[in-house]
């Protein structure tokens, strides 16, 4: 919970900085500032990553859950979703401040990182991803209140309730989940982070779908609990 207040907190402050200094923001510099975050990232999943004893298995659940997340289409539909939202959000006018406020929590709150990151703070105590998180949400929120205006301010207490529901739900549900199956999530989890960073920092030629990894996260207790039947 403390991670997501750090959060919101980002927001509120990166928000004000917007509306101070609109004048002044350089979207330039706050997209090489976002490149910086996606290097860090990228060694973020990849510390994750490399912490399993059976690439087999995170191999076969990534294969299988990527397979339904493109079926789903789940990162199309949630980059047309947080699209939408950005241009509505622009749209806003002074005293439409819902359509702004709407629109950037969607922006905030849509994605794998919120999912990963309160997965891991809720399971393993591990609140780095989320802090990553801050920092990126922080800068796009100076960007996206020069944009949209001071609705964005209030999307961090969305942020805080929505994120901080998901650390607290996977937090009661740790104590009933299978160690080993933990341990390939959090690998998983950290693959899905390495594709965020190598987006961010233009690593990939093109986009790679993240979203579409996140069935893969429910998979390991699956394969365990199967093994376990066998």
């Known amino acids: 919970m403390v991670a997501s207040i750090v959060n919101a907190a980002a927001i509120f402050a990166g928000g004000a900085i917007g509306l101070l200094f609109k004048k002044w923001v350089n979207e330039k510099h706050s997209r090489e500032l976002l490149k910086v975050i996606g290097l860090i990232t990228v060694v973020i999943g990849v510390t994750y990553a490399v912490k399993t004893d059976n690439f087999l298995v995170l191999i076969v659940c990534l294969v299988l859950g990527t397979l339904a997340g493109e079926l789903l289409r789940l990162d199309d539909r949630l980059e047309s979703l947080g699209a939408r939202a950005f241009k509505a959000g622009r749209s806003?006018?002074?005293?439409?401040?819902a359509q702004s406020f709407?629109?950037?929590?969607?922006?905030?709150?849509?994605?794998?990182?919120?999912?990963?990151?309160?997965?891991?703070?809720?399971?393993?105590?591990?609140?780095?991803?989320?802090?990553?998180?801050?920092?990126?949400d922080g800068i796009s929120a100076i960007t996206f209140a020069v944009a949209?205006?001071?609705?964005?301010?209030?999307?961090?207490?969305?942020?805080?309730?929505?994120?901080?529901?998901?650390?607290?739900?996977?937090?009661?549900?740790?104590?009933?989940?299978?160690?080993?199956?933990?341990?390939?999530?959090?690998?998983?989890?950290?693959?899905?982070?390495?594709s965020i960073g190598a987006n961010m920092a233009g690593f990939a030629k093109e986009r790679l779908k993240s979203a579409n990894m996140l069935p893969a996260l429910i998979l390991p207790f699956l394969w365990f609990a199967a093994l376990k039947l066998i």
């Not at 806003?92 to 401040?97: F, N, S, Y």
């Not at 989940?177 to 998983?188: E, G, N, P, R």
Request: net charge negative; charged share 10%; glycine share 14%.
């Open 92 to 97: 806003a006018k002074g005293e439409q401040l």
């Open 102 to 136: 709407i629109a950037s929590s969607l922006l905030f709150g849509v994605g794998s990182m919120a999912i990963v990151g309160s997965m891991r703070a809720g399971i393993e105590g591990d609140f780095s991803i989320i802090y990553t998180k801050s920092l990126m």
């Open 148 to 194: 949209m205006g001071p609705g964005v301010l209030f999307s961090g207490f969305v942020i805080l309730i929505y994120q901080g529901g998901l650390t607290l739900l996977f937090q009661l549900a740790s104590a009933s989940l299978d160690t080993q199956a933990v341990a390939y999530m959090s690998a998983i989890g950290g693959v899905i982070m390495l």
